[in-house]
């Protein structure tokens, strides 16, 4: 008596990148623990900074992978934006931070430590001022650098936004507030892209799966939070709980249409500016 072999479901892998801190690793608990699981897909993640992650992109690395906005005009033709997975500043953002206190006009008069000239860290602080002279330094150096007087002024992201005072630093701005007082937008900071060779399909259905994971961590705060905490870099729970609370709520599930307009002013006024030298399209996969 012959025995039928039980028919094989190809399982499809998806490249997953995003970088080590807290907030996104809150928004990709779900896939990354399997939580949230996708028929016929196995996501398998990597973790990168943000500077390394819009490089990568460039040659079209991952499948799909955080990227900051500024970096999105140089991937465009590889890649299509989420309508979810959004850091969004809300009057709030990157801030450039020294060990003593700076008045603008001095701070702009320094060589500044910047994360990466893909950032939109970056790009916000050229549109604050085009003259600025900057060094690139990796993000986790910037607050050591000017502890050891290093430099005097420095552009921080992530958890240093929470951690720059008890480190002994003072702000001198914030951008995303300087932005805000600009333009009446929040400052987009960062979003998730997909590679346009997947095809329309498996865009939408990997589209779906993260807003699913960040549902899912939304509603399972908790566990989500504590996975988190193994990226929070120093912060104690309610600190991280803060800092996850900033960049991952109702706007990363949905950057509405305020959120949209802000991504298209940030970029095409860099490009205005002659920062970008490529004039952004953008194309969203909802």
């Given at each position: 008596?012959?025995?039928?072999?039980?028919?094989?479901?190809?399982t499809?892998?998806?490249?997953?990148?995003?970088?080590?801190?807290?907030?996104?690793?809150?928004?990709?608990?779900?896939?990354?623990t399997?939580?949230?699981r996708?028929?016929?897909?196995?996501?398998?993640?990597?973790?990168?900074?943000?500077e390394?992650?819009?490089?990568?992109?460039?040659?079209?690395?991952?499948d799909?992978?955080?990227?900051?906005?500024?970096?999105?005009?140089?991937?465009?033709?590889?890649y299509?934006?989420?309508?979810?997975?959004?850091?969004?500043?809300?009057?709030?953002?990157?801030m450039?931070?020294?060990?003593?206190?700076?008045?603008?006009?001095?701070?702009a008069?320094?060589?500044?430590?910047?994360?990466g000239?893909?950032?939109?860290?970056?790009?916000?602080?050229?549109?604050?001022?085009?003259?600025?002279?900057?060094?690139?330094?990796?993000?986790?150096e910037?607050?050591?650098?000017?502890?050891?007087?290093?430099y005097?002024?420095?552009?921080?992201?992530?958890?240093?936004?929470?951690?720059?005072?008890?480190?002994g630093?003072?702000?001198?701005?914030?951008?995303?507030?300087?932005?805000?007082?600009?333009?009446g937008?929040?400052?987009?900071?960062?979003?998730?892209?997909?590679?346009?060779s997947?095809?329309?399909?498996?865009?939408?259905?990997?589209?779906?799966?993260?807003?699913?994971?960040?549902?899912?961590?939304?509603?399972?705060?908790?566990?989500?939070?504590?996975?988190?905490?193994?990226?929070?870099?120093?912060?104690?729970?309610?600190s991280?709980?803060?800092?996850?609370?900033m960049?991952?709520?109702?706007?990363?599930?949905?950057?509405?249409?305020d959120g949209?307009?802000?991504?298209?002013?940030?970029?095409?006024?860099?490009?205005?500016?002659?920062?970008?030298?490529?004039a952004?399209?953008?194309?969203?996969?909802?």
């Amino acid at each position: 008596m012959s025995s039928h072999p039980s028919p094989v479901t190809e399982t499809r892998e998806i490249t997953v990148a995003h970088s080590p801190d807290s907030d996104d690793a809150f928004m990709f608990y779900g896939l990354a623990t399997n939580k949230v699981r996708v028929a016929g897909f196995k996501f398998s993640h990597t973790l990168c900074d943000i500077e390394t992650l819009n490089q990568r992109a460039k040659e079209e690395f991952f499948d799909l992978t955080a990227i900051s906005f500024h970096a999105y005009p140089y991937l465009q033709d590889k890649y299509a934006l989420l309508g979810c997975g959004g850091s969004v500043g809300e009057g709030y953002g990157p801030m450039i931070v020294s060990p003593r206190p700076l008045s603008l006009e001095e701070a702009a008069g320094r060589v500044i430590a910047v994360p990466g000239t893909l950032t939109t860290a970056y790009l916000a602080l050229k549109l604050w001022n085009p003259a600025v002279r900057t060094e690139v330094v990796p993000f986790d150096e910037i607050i050591p650098s000017l502890q050891r007087g290093d430099y005097e002024a420095g552009l921080i992201i992530h958890e240093g936004q929470l951690t720059y005072a008890r480190d002994g630093l003072q702000k001198i701005l914030d951008l995303g507030s300087w932005w805000q007082e600009e333009t009446g937008l929040p400052l987009p900071l960062g979003g998730n892209a997909i590679r346009r060779s997947l095809g329309p399909e498996v865009m939408s259905q990997v589209s779906r799966a993260l807003r699913d994971s960040i549902q899912y961590g939304l509603e399972h705060r908790e566990q989500a939070l504590e996975y988190a905490m193994q990226f929070a870099r120093d912060l104690d729970r309610s600190s991280a709980n803060r800092f996850v609370g900033m960049y991952v709520n109702e706007r990363t599930l949905d950057y509405g249409g305020d959120g949209r307009k802000a991504i298209e002013v940030l970029l095409r006024t860099g490009n205005e500016k002659g920062i970008i030298p490529i004039a952004p399209v953008l194309d969203w996969v909802d």
